[in-house]
C-alpha cells in the first residue's frame, strides 16, 4: 500500500500561486495514478486534477489553465502548482492515490493524505 502527506499549504493573496507537496511512500507508488481533491467547508470533496500517466491528465474546469498536476518519481512526490488562485480556491486539499485509474469521484480512490489548508484572501 501507499502513504501520502500533504504540505505547502498556507494563506495567500488573490491573484498569487502557491506549490502543493505530496510525499509518497510505497514500492509501487511508480504504477499507481495519483490525483488532487479539496473540500471547502460545508461542501463535498471534489476532483481538482488527476495524473493518471505521463501523458494524460485530467483538470476540473474550474482550474484549468491556471492548475498544473506534476510528478518527480525520484523524491516520490505528487505537486499541485496554483496559479492565479482566487478566494473561491479556499478549501483543504487532499492528494489522492489508486492502483488502477477508476473514475474522477472520491469513491474512486483508495489512499487518501490528511489534507492541508488553502485559504486566498481578497
Known amino acids: 500500500q501507499v502513504q501520502l502527506v500533504e504540505s505547502g499549504g498556507g494563506l495567500v493573496q488573490a491573484g498569487g500561486s502557491l506549490r502543493l507537496s505530496c510525499a509518497a511512500s510505497?514500492?509501487?507508488?511508480?504504477?499507481?495514478?495519483m490525483g488532487w481533491f479539496r473540500q471547502a467547508p460545508g461542501k463535498e470533496r471534489e476532483f481538482v486534477a488527476i495524473s493518471r500517466s505521463a501523458i494524460t491528465t485530467y483538470y476540473a474546469d474550474s482550474v484549468k489553465g491556471r492548475f498544473i498536476i506534476s510528478r518527480d518519481s525520484a523524491k516520490n512526490t505528487v505537486y499541485l502548482q496554483m496559479n492565479s488562485l482566487n478566494p473561491e480556491d479556499t478549501a483543504v486539499y487532499y492528494c489522492a492515490a489508486n492502483q488502477y485509474y477508476r473514475g474522477r469521484q472520491t469513491t474512486d480512490w483508495t489512499y487518501w493524505g490528511q489534507g492541508t489548508q488553502v485559504t486566498v484572501s481578497s
Open positions: 510505497g514500492r509501487t507508488f511508480s504504477t499507481y495514478v
